[in-house]
């Protein structure tokens, strides 16, 4: 059996779909990961083989301003997993981020290029990765702007200011590949079916600035919009993001068997899912 903790949210509900009856899930109400006992004590009850952890303090800019609350969860919840999961002999698959990178190489990041986080995001996303170590038996997947029918996103928040203005900025010198959590969830399900372990890097294909992703979300869902560019720098976040943090995802290929579709092809069947779904 297969354990998604973090159910609920965007990519758990996802792979709880897509995992059907191989699955299980628990949600904060089951299960806090920061408080080992409580970890241990699921774990031990359950007792899975797998365990994918898609739970997360995800708001890049709250982690500045809660860094202790980040990395309790972030960090030392993933420890508590690693330690649980060592303990029953499971194996962990931890869902880990971009963020980890400075956005400096300049070239699609590969597995082992060293990381080099500018947030507290990056660094507590960082410190769970070294967590997850703790366990020999660990599945580290590195992934990036993330969207889903199942949480906030940059493509409902687009979606929803379109229906405000007709006109927008968005930066236009951060550059990554948009990434579709069905997509994501597929890629996980094809490194745990095929036994895979270490660090591994899975985003829809080809990349684009948030800019060009707004233009095309726009152009997709049939909405006239102007959308201005802006630099990162205009935009003035609390926490520091990488510029261009695409990542390379020749090794899930190779290793997998799994080639993620291109993120405009993905786009396109979000939005058509979700009309369909609304």
């Given at each position: ?16 779909t897509?995992l059907?009856d191989r699955?299980?899930?628990v ?5 806090d990961?920061?408080?080992?006992q ?5 774990l031990r ?10 739970a997360?303090y995800?708001?890049?800019?709250g982690?500045e301003a ?8 972030n960090?030392?919840?993933?420890a ?6 060592r303990?029953?002999?499971a194996r962990?698959v931890?869902?880990?981020t971009?963020?980890?990178?400075d956005?400096?190489k ?5 597995e ?8 507290v995001?990056?660094?507590?996303k ?5 967590n997850?170590?703790f366990?020999p038996e ?7 702007w ?14 929803r200011?379109?229906?405000?203005k007709d006109?927008?900025?968005?930066v ?5 590949s948009p ?12 490194l745990i079916?095929?036994g895979?372990r270490g660090?591994?890097?899975?985003a829809?294909?080809?990349f684009?600035?948030?800019n ?6 726009f152009e997709e869902?049939?909405l ?6 802006m ?17 390379d995802?020749g090794?899930?290929e190779r290793?997998a ?11 396109k069947s979000?939005?058509?899912l979700?009309?369909?779904a609304?």
């Amino acid at each position: 059996m297969i354990l998604v903790v973090g159910a609920n949210g965007m990519l758990g509900r996802d792979l709880m779909t897509l995992l059907c009856d191989r699955a299980r899930g628990v949600d904060i109400d089951d299960i806090d990961i920061t408080d080992l006992q409580s970890t241990e004590r699921v774990l031990r009850a359950l007792h899975p083989s797998v365990v994918v952890n898609c739970a997360a303090y995800t708001d890049v800019d709250g982690c500045e301003a809660h860094a202790e609350r980040a990395m309790q969860v972030n960090g030392e919840g993933v420890a508590h997993l690693a330690m649980a999961t060592r303990e029953i002999g499971a194996r962990l698959v931890q869902i880990s981020t971009d963020y980890v990178f400075d956005g400096g190489k300049g070239s699609p990041y590969l597995e082992d290029d060293p990381p080099h986080p500018l947030s507290v995001y990056g660094e507590s996303k960082l410190a769970g990765e070294m967590n997850a170590a703790f366990n020999p038996e660990h599945l580290i997947v590195r992934t990036q702007w993330l969207y889903g029918l199942h949480g906030k996103n940059f493509v409902e928040t687009m979606l929803r200011l379109a229906e405000e203005k007709d006109e927008l900025s968005v930066v236009d010198d951060q550059i990554g590949s948009p990434t579709w959590t069905v997509d994501l969830a597929r890629a996980i399900v094809a490194l745990i079916d095929k036994g895979c372990r270490g660090v591994y890097h899975a985003a829809n294909a080809e990349f684009c600035s948030w800019n060009g992703f707004a233009k095309a979300i726009f152009e997709e869902a049939g909405l006239k919009v102007a959308v201005r560019p802006m630099t990162t720098d205009q935009l003035n976040r609390p926490a520091r993001r990488p510029l261009y943090s695409t990542l390379d995802c020749g090794k899930l290929e190779r290793d997998a068997g799994f080639r993620p579709q291109p993120w405009r092809d993905a786009l396109k069947s979000y939005l058509k899912l979700r009309n369909h779904a609304g």
